[in-house]
């Protein structure tokens, strides 16, 4: 089974830390990960790879996500 996150807010808001500590939880769910912002546009990033060994995925994180 996969585990979802989501929020919506009126204002931006930073996404990081929120999401260093859902994507903590790969090795539970070893089958991929995604992530879709939808603001102004859809942005879908995902891979097939568990999250904790995905370098895409900890370069993304370095950058703010709102």
Do not use: T
């Not at 070893?30 to 912002?37: D, E, K, N, R, S």
């Amino acid at each position: 089974m996969c585990e979802l996150f989501g929020l919506s807010a009126r204002k931006p808001q930073l996404l990081n830390d929120y999401l260093k500590e859902f994507f903590s939880h790969s090795p539970r769910h070893p089958h991929g990960w995604g992530l879709a912002v939808l603001d102004e546009g859809i942005c879908i990033e995902k891979e097939p790879v568990i999250a904790d060994d995905s370098m895409y995925l900890k370069s993304r994180l370095e950058c703010e996500i709102k």
